[in-house]
């Protein structure tokens, strides 16, 4: 899946593609998934289920920047999110409409409208109206994010404008990416805690925060796109409403 290039140095650096970070990303999901419907008791599959939306949010942003029309990507998304209503309610609420929880494109297509309106008050060139409109649409996406009740409330809406802020490989970008995704995962969200042992010291790790470790897939990821074809393109925005219809048919069997 993977391709290996040499450095110059004798040294063979890890190198993913743009189709290779979608293919994990839908794997940790799936994990995460079978934990929320057939294997409860698995503890370990949510745990690693974690890294899955920090890779789909750094995408949706990357996909922002590459796609050739950002109308018909947006329309995608819009159309894919309806779709996967039904399925997502299903799965989560166990009936056809749950209205508490709303999937997880819902809260890409919230991250991708502020991103798009702080874009065309940059692409203006006045520092001082996109500082302005920035503030303002970081604390509209969490606020109507967390009202809407889209997957991962506002804290999600904030993770895709984390990678949009902290786009790009320089060292400030990855440590913005890094402390900004602490500060959403494990102060704002939290959660679950587990007690570790670590050279005689005892400490706390939040499930919620393995989230960071997306940031290892992420970094690896310069740009490449790999594997491109129409097929795959929508067979990974079908995968999300189709795997989670077949995950409620076999439990509703099972059961």
């Known amino acids: 899946m993977t391709d290996n ?4 140095n004798g040294f063979k650096l890890l190198d993913l593609s743009s189709a290779e970070l979608h293919i994990i990303a839908m794997l940790l999901m799936l994990m995460d998934h079978l934990w929320a419907t057939l294997l409860p008791a698995e503890e370990w599959l949510t745990c690693a289920g974690r890294v899955a939306f920090p890779i789909f949010a750094y995408m949706t942003v990357e996909g922002y920047f590459h ?3 950002l109308k018909k990507y947006m329309l995608r998304m819009l159309l894919f999110a309806v779709l996967s209503e039904i399925p997502f309610d299903l799965m989560y609420g166990g009936t056809w409409f749950y209205p508490v929880h709303q999937n997880v494109i ?4 919230l991250g991708l409208l502020g991103i798009h309106a702080m874009e065309a008050v940059r692409k203006k060139g006045r520092t001082w109206a996109y500082l302005l409109v920035s503030v303002l649409i970081v604390i ?4 109507i994010g967390t009202l809407c009740m889209v997957d991962y409330y506002g804290v999600g809406v904030l993770t895709v404008f984390v990678f949009y802020f902290f786009r790009g490989r320089k060292p400030w970008c990855l440590l913005g990416q890094l402390a900004a995704l602490y500060w959403l995962n494990v102060e704002m969200l939290g959660g679950l805690m587990y007690p570790i042992k670590l050279f005689g010291m005892e400490f706390e790790l939040c499930q919620q925060g393995l989230a960071l470790l997306a940031l290892i897939p992420i970094w690896l990821y310069k740009g490449r796109q790999g594997h491109h074809s129409k097929a795959f393109q929508y067979f990974c925005y079908a995968f999300y409403p189709v795997h989670m219809l077949i995950l409620v048919l076999v439990l509703n069997c099972v059961n």
Do not use: D, E, P, Q
Not at 5 to 8: C, D, E, I
Not at 140 to 143: P, R
């Open 5 to 8: 290039k040499n450095n110059g």
């Open 67 to 69: 796609t050739r029309s």
């Open 106 to 109: 819902w809260t890409f297509l």
């Open 140 to 143: 509209a996406g969490l606020v």
